[in-house]
């Protein structure tokens, strides 16, 4: 069923919240449109529950990737595809799967598949958030997660302790807020909270597997590696490794489809579907 009301009101609150984080530089200009159209379908079709869910990830996620900037700039900026201020297919990659399953969930009388799905894919995405903007900052060096071999912070595929237990922490954190919300009013959906944890968990785990393994990554005249097809200024960096199409957003989408389907088979061993 679709509620104009509903829509409208979406719309009004990720302009306003888009607006802020666009302020706050959190958000590029073509980033706040991405999270007006992300938020819009979200709250739309799928409602408080979903909408405030999807609030905690982008709040959550903005004011960490503020927390020790500095450091984080020092350590490992130079790594990663894009800088600080999401874009617009950043804003797609993290929330545009979710947003698709808003509308199918609305126009389709809400299946419970598509709802622990939509766990799955915020809980992934704030998973992979907080181990990344956490886990940088770890006093531990990182391991590939394939191998075990010691790497540079921010290096793609490299895990530590204190950025899992980031995206353990994460992925929970969604899990106990959709339990929350849809617990007003009616049974507590208690599968929400393993879903949370173990979709956001496993989604983030698959999306460093990915980093180690297929997705693009280049190099630095001087050896190191990145994410970054050109440097800042404007010189082409060397194709090292991976599929050379698999670029980071591109990962986040996939993993975060990894990161739903635990969700789904949770729910299903919990008797939810």
């Avoid at 912070?153 to 929350?180: D, E, H, N």
């Avoid at 009616?186 to 173990?198: E, K």
Wanted: hydrophobic residues 50%; glycine residues 14%; charged residues 15%.
């Amino acid at each position: 069923m679709i509620d104009v009301v509903q829509i409208g009101l979406g719309f009004v609150l990720s302009i306003v919240i888009g607006g802020v984080a666009f302020a706050r530089r959190s958000l590029s200009e073509s980033g706040w449109l991405g999270a007006v159209l992300v938020g819009t379908l979200t709250f739309g079709f799928g409602g408080w529950a979903w909408g405030i869910t999807l609030i905690v990830f982008f709040v959550s996620s903005s004011l960490l990737s503020h927390y020790k900037e500095s450091i984080k700039e020092r350590r490992a900026a130079e790594k990663f595809a894009k800088g600080g201020r999401r874009d617009f297919f950043q804003t797609i990659a993290n929330g545009g799967l979710g947003a698709l399953c808003a509308v199918a969930y609305a126009l389709n009388d809400q299946p419970a598949v598509l709802l622990a799905a939509f766990v799955g894919l915020m809980a992934t995405v704030t998973a992979d958030t907080w181990a990344t903007e956490l886990g940088v900052l770890s006093p531990h060096e990182p391991r590939l997660i394939t191998t075990r071999q010691p790497v540079p912070p921010g290096t793609s595929g490299g895990v530590t302790l204190m950025g899992t237990s980031a995206a353990a922490a994460g992925g929970l954190l969604i899990g106990i807020t959709m339990f929350l919300l849809s617990s007003i009013g009616g049974t507590p959906p208690w599968w929400m909270i393993p879903a949370g944890l173990l979709g956001g968990l496993g989604g983030a785990l698959l999306d460093s597997l990915m980093g180690a393994t297929v997705q693009a990554i280049y190099v630095y005249p001087d050896g190191r590696e990145t994410e970054r097809r050109v440097a800042r200024d404007g010189t082409p960096n060397r194709f090292l490794r991976g599929w050379r199409w698999m670029d980071n957003d591109l990962v986040n989408l996939i993993s975060s489809i990894g990161g739903a389907l635990i969700a789904v088979v949770i729910a299903a061993m919990m008797g939810a579907l």
